[in-house]
């Protein structure tokens, strides 16, 4: 593996490469075990054209504790501002020889422009509505600490699928390991029937049939920023049908909840069910950490 632009670069042994190392690196996070410092005298640039809290913060926290340094670049106060084009911020970064670069982009095709153009491993932290596979494998993760296996495992998405760059990647790595999935969403938010990613889910039009079905609800914030003004639904109608209420969850003690973040709380979630037993949100955080120090050291050593 050179490049990790999506999760369909992960051979079905790199998938348990990762995911078998993260339980260490769990373990080093929590202060049990001591950190390897397999990238030490490593400089990873880390290129955020789009905000970021968990994803940045995480990257730049798994780089450090495996001993290498980062360089952030964003837009904001770069030669971006002064009309440097895409292909020479690159051709700038490329003469510089980071070790790697972990890129997010709010534009489609973005990151794998960049690992076509770059001479060194780009990384994904999120492009478009297409891809975040770090953020597929720390879903799976957080998932296997908590079932012992995802085979059989039913996780219903609920909330803007159409616009959401976790859903494939979710998908995709959690169906490898033997989940089944299933979509709760009004209309404007579900994939196209024809879309063979979701072709054969189970469609629920009531957030209560989900929780019947479900062992898992994988809840999706609204993307705005990616939605016109037309396809926006009633915030207030949204919230009635779809969002996870702890009087909703109360009647379904074994499901599972989890996020990507960051919540919309009030419209999707409520605070009380993100504080649940039920939730695996704050864990997923951590798994966050543990998921990105396992893809730099697989792709660095
Ligand atoms: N889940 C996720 O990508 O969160 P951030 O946008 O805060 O990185």
């Known amino acids: 593996m050179r490049h990790l632009v999506s999760t369909m670069d992960l051979s079905d042994v790199d998938l348990t490469t990762i995911l078998n190392e993260v339980h260490n690196f769990i373990s080093v996070i929590e202060g049990k075990e001591r950190p390897a410092q397999s990238l030490q005298n490593r400089h990873i640039l880390l290129a955020f054209f789009e905000p970021s809290t968990r994803t940045r913060l995480s990257f730049q926290l798994s780089a450090h504790r495996l001993g290498a340094s980062t360089a952030l670049f964003q837009p904001e106060g770069s030669s971006v501002e002064k009309g440097e084009s895409f292909g020479n911020t690159f051709a700038t970064i490329n003469a510089m020889h980071f070790d790697a670069m972990v890129m997010r982009h709010a534009m489609d095709g973005a990151v794998s422009l960049a690992a076509s153009l770059n001479g060194v491993p780009v990384i994904s932290a999120g492009e478009g ?123 379904h003690n074994n499901v599972s909840v989890i996020h990507p973040g960051p919540a919309n709380v009030g419209v999707e979630i409520e605070q009380t069910v993100i504080d649940s037993e039920n939730s695996l949100i704050k864990r997923q955080v951590t798994h966050g950490v543990a998921v990105r120090m396992a893809v730099l050291n697989s792709i660095l050593t």
């Not at 597929?136 to 760059?165: M, N, P, Q, W």
């Not at 889910?201 to 609800?217: C, K, N, Q, S």
Request: proline share 5%.
């Open 129 to 251: 509505k297409i891809n975040h596979p770090t953020q597929g494998l720390l879903d799976a993760s957080t998932l296997l600490e908590r079932f012992g296996e995802l085979r059989g495992l039913k996780i219903c998405l609920v909330g803007d699928i159409e616009h959401s760059r976790v859903a494939r990647s979710q998908i995709d790595v959690c169906s490898r390991l033997g989940a089944t999935f299933a979509l709760c969403a009004p209309k404007n938010f579900l994939p196209d029937e024809s879309d063979e990613v979701f072709a054969s889910m189970p469609r629920f039009e009531t957030i209560e049939d989900a929780l019947v079905w479900a062992d898992v609800m994988s809840m999706l914030r609204i993307q705005r920023e990616r939605i016109s003004s037309p396809d926006f639904p009633d915030l207030n109608d949204y919230t009635k049908k779809f969002a996870l209420t702890m009087n909703r969850l109360n009647r």
